[in-house]
């Protein structure tokens, strides 16, 4: 018993630190979103830096949060076009991809094969107790 939590133990730590490694990145992503800089260097640390000033250079979070990136994007850049040709790309991808494949497999399928199933046989006593007639 004893052997069985440990082991449950460093699989949980494994896991969370594969997450925690997982995460990180998109954290960065989104602390420079938010950070309305365009540079990755969310700090620029003084000359005796406290240690919050220290862990914000190891951990992403922006000094002052601001959406002035987003909307930079928005109105500066044609958003809206590189969206819908994005979206138009992918579904004629799915089109093209998924169409095809299905129907060959509907020709490829005997009509026999696309009948639902029979019902299961019922058994010879038909009590209504039998746990198969149920």
């Known amino acids: 018993m004893a052997r069985d939590k440990k ?8 896991l969370i630190s594969f997450t925690l490694l997982t995460i990180y990145p998109v954290l960065w992503v989104l602390a ?8 990755v260097g969310l700090i620029d640390l003084p000359k005796d830096p ?10 992403p979070w922006p000094a ?11 109105t500066e850049q044609p958003f809206g076009r590189w969206l819908l040709n994005s979206v138009l ?7 093209l991809g998924v169409f ?11 009509p ?3 009948r639902s199933r029979k019902p299961p046989r019922r058994c010879r ?6 746990a198969r007639c149920v």
């Open 125 to 130: 006593t038909a009590s209504p107790r039998c």
């Open 112 to 114: 026999s094969k696309l």
């Open 64 to 74: 002052h949060f601001s959406v002035k990136n987003f909307v930079d994007v928005m």
């Open 100 to 110: 095809p494949v299905s129907y060959t497999h509907l020709r490829a399928t005997p």
């Open 7 to 14: 082991n449950h133990f460093w699989i949980h730590a494994g």
């Open 50 to 59: 406290s240690f919050l000033e220290r862990a914000r250079g190891i951990l």
């Open 32 to 39: 420079l979103a938010f950070s309305g800089q365009q540079s």
């Open 89 to 95: 790309v992918s579904v004629m991808t799915t089109v």
